[in-house]
């Protein structure tokens, strides 16, 4: 596997898996991390049956900024023009893989509960 990092390339060799928690880690010197995915600590909500709003954001911490990984956005019954009832119900949900760099620091926010990572070693 090749990754390409800035104007050269590198040789990836696998290293590990890790679960990365709320305890902030840093990707080391001469490693590179693949996301693969996000195990969540809460199932997604229910659709509420009033007029009432539910908004739900599940986040990571990366380079010390906060970032949005699955967000629900849900609205109780409302009327259309045509009189109709129904709720209104928005997911959205961050893709992966994302690959992040040595030095980069990564940990769980709110309502991740892990974050499923692939260590690679960089060989020139």
Same mark, same amino acid.
């Given at each position: 596997? $090749? @990754?390409?990092?800035?104007? /050269?390339?590198?040789?990836?060799? /696998?290293?590990? =898996? ?8 840093? !990707? +080391? ?5 693949? !996301?693969?995915?996000?195990? @969540?600590?809460?199932?997604?909500a229910n659709? &509420?049956?009033? %007029?009432? !709003? $539910? ?5 990571? !911490? ?12 849900? /609205?109780? &019954?409302? =009327?259309? =023009?045509?009189?109709?009832? =129904?709720?209104? %119900? ?6 992966? +893989?994302?690959?992040? &760099? ?10 991740v509960k @892990?974050?499923?990572?692939?260590? @690679?070693?960089?060989? +020139?």
């Amino acid at each position: 596997m $090749v @990754f390409a990092m800035g104007l /050269y390339s590198q040789n990836l060799q /696998y290293g590990k =898996s890790k679960l990365i928690d709320s305890k902030v880690d840093t !990707v +080391p010197s001469g490693r590179a991390w693949k !996301v693969e995915g996000f195990i @969540f600590s809460n199932t997604m909500a229910n659709c &509420p049956g009033s %007029y009432s !709003v $539910v908004n739900i954001d599940d986040s990571i !911490v990366l380079n010390g900024h906060r970032m949005a990984v699955r967000t629900q956005r849900m /609205y109780g &019954p409302s =009327s259309n =023009s045509w009189g109709a009832i =129904s709720p209104q %119900y928005i997911l959205w949900q961050q893709t992966t +893989p994302m690959w992040l &760099p040595a030095g980069a620091t990564l940990s769980a926010g709110r309502g991740v509960k @892990f974050i499923n990572v692939i260590e @690679f070693k960089e060989v +020139p």
